[in-house]
């Protein structure tokens, strides 16, 4: 079946560097969204991508989707305190049924 | 705020016993899904409703564990004859659509720890 992986799984950053999270998928997806989850918190959706090759901004964040749409990525500029948390990815599949998501990359900020 | 209400916030059973959750959806919301997350991984899929059918059932969710969403609006999960195997974070996510391109708004989640 799909499979959607993350990497890292784990980034420990000063304040102020930047950050990167990578997606895969074993299968091509008709679009894919990113939640973040704070510690303790639940998931909260961020954005989704639909076409070939989408960036979208947010603030500081940058969300990309493959060419292949078999990948994405979401990079954080300068990181804040307020960024920590775990982000994931997530992918439709059965038909765009339900979501399968990714094991997530926690990200940790030393101030 | 009328996000989506889950409750209990915490469980804790004794193995063997049985469990059951509630979860309050966004009202306008017409899909509805359970999903189990375990420390330091993501979200697993169990079910899904679309208004008061059940569509679809993870190969995970084992015989002891049932959903229903009578009427269309709250849905319950119960696990008959729990085991430690059980513990983990239990999360009801809805949506609007008839697809998962629809973005999942998340509630807080019901913490089970079976001893």
């Known amino acids: 079946g799909q499979q959607v992986m993350q990497i890292p799984q784990y980034q420990h950053v000063q304040e102020g560097e930047d950050f990167t999270t990578y997606c895969n998928s074993s299968?091509?997806?008709?679009?894919i969204q990113w939640y973040k989850q704070r510690p303790g918190g639940h998931p909260v959706f961020l954005i989704q991508l639909v076409k070939s090759g989408e960036v979208k901004k947010q603030k500081r964040l940058t969300f990309q989707f493959g060419e292949a749409k078999k990948n994405s990525s979401l990079h954080i500029t300068a990181t804040q305190t307020t960024d920590v948390g775990t982000y994931f990815c997530?992918?439709?599949?059965?038909?765009?049924?339900?979501?399968?998501f990714g094991g997530g990359t926690r990200l940790m900020v030393k101030p | 705020d009328t996000g989506v209400s889950q409750n209990p916030r915490h469980k804790i059973t004794k193995r063997g016993q049985n469990v059951t959750f509630r979860c309050d959806p966004i009202?306008?919301?017409?899909?509805l899904y359970w999903y189990r997350q375990t420390l330091g991984q993501g979200p697993e899929f169990l079910t899904y409703?679309?208004?008061?059918?059940?569509?679809?059932k993870s190969r995970l969710l084992s015989d002891r564990f049932s959903a229903e969403r009578p009427k269309g609006s709250f849905s319950t999960l119960e696990i008959q004859r729990t085991e430690q195997g059980d513990s983990a974070m239990y999360l009801c996510?809805?949506?609007?659509?008839?697809?998962?391109?629809?973005?999942?708004?998340f509630g807080n989640g019901t913490r089970l720890t079976v001893t």
């Open positions: 997530a992918g439709p599949r059965n038909a765009g049924n339900m979501l399968t």
């Open positions: 009202s306008e919301h017409n899909r």
């Open positions: 299968t091509t997806l008709s679009n």
């Open positions: 409703f679309q208004n008061e059918a059940q569509l679809e």
């Open positions: 996510a809805s949506s609007l659509g008839v697809s998962a391109n629809s973005p999942l708004h």
